[in-house]
């Protein structure tokens, strides 16, 4: 469903104080404009302190990460119904950290969406290049690489999912895609989506997004809103992209 959504990624941040405070100063300063909705994905101990601090809020949380399996003897692995069962409403799957650093394939990443849709989550599927193929002119080819691998295992229940366009290049870095060049590959996907009559899902801008950038970003008419990493620890600044 489009409607400006932005999202937090903690990453592998927080801690049981802190987080009450952002959690406190996030749930005080959100009131939401017509339309607009806000989540954090935080680490899985913090789930239920998420929703404990969230619940009845305007906010919404999730989880970074699950397994693709649904059971069994995978030694630290977390289930998509696991985190369901801390309230979440959303889990990030594919983050660019997870196919670098972890070796998460666009077949697992596929897999994992449709496990978290199993669940009754609703995945945030992130796709990007690397600035090594943005180089080489690959950018198009390697998004549409990554989004036909979730769409050949979802179909139109994509229509129930959230995608994330996140060049890897900008994630972190201080970099950020400029408001053309996420405009272009935001109206990319949108065509993929178009064709499977699932045109309206909502598709967020990643990678260093900031207050000053926010605006301009968000009113890139495929940007639907953003996934926000380090600027999502900070209250006042995640709060000033949510109003962006
Ligand atoms: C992210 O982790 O998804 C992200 C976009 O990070 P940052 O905003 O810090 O670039």
Not at 39 to 45: I, K, L
Not at 159 to 179: C, F, N, Q, R
Request: aromatic share 6%.
């Amino acid at each position: 469903m489009r409607g400006k959504l932005v999202v937090g990624n903690w990453k592998m941040h927080g801690g049981l104080r802190q987080n009450d405070a952002l959690f406190a100063d996030l749930r005080s300063g959100w009131n939401p404009p017509e339309g607009r909705r806000l989540a954090v994905c935080v680490p899985f101990p913090y789930l239920w302190q998420a929703q404990a601090a969230l619940s009845g809020s305007a906010i919404a949380w999730g989880a970074q990460n699950i397994s693709e399996r649904a059971t069994g003897a995978f030694t630290g692995e977390v289930s998509a119904a696991m985190v369901a069962e801390f309230g979440c409403r959303y889990v990030i799957v594919g983050h660019s950290e997870r196919r670098t650093l972890f070796a998460e394939t666009d077949a697992v990443v596929a897999a994992k969406a449709a496990a978290a849709m199993a669940a009754g989550l609703t995945p945030i599927v992130c796709v990007g290049e690397t600035l090594q193929e943005r180089e080489a002119g690959s950018t198009e080819a390697v998004v549409a690489r990554q989004l036909d691998a979730v769409l050949a295992e979802l179909g139109i229940r994509i229509a129930d999912a959230v995608l994330a366009y996140e060049p890897v290049w900008a994630i972190g870095t201080g970099l950020t895609a400029s408001p053309a060049q996420a405009q272009a590959v935001h109206a990319l996907v949108r065509r993929r989506l178009r064709s499977v009559d699932a045109a309206d899902v909502a598709v967020l801008y990643g990678g260093s997004v900031k207050a000053d950038n926010a605006q301009a970003l968000f009113a890139c008419p495929d940007v639907d809103g953003g996934l926000v990493g380090g600027a999502s620890l900070k209250a006042a600044e995640f709060l000033a992209i949510a109003h962006a």
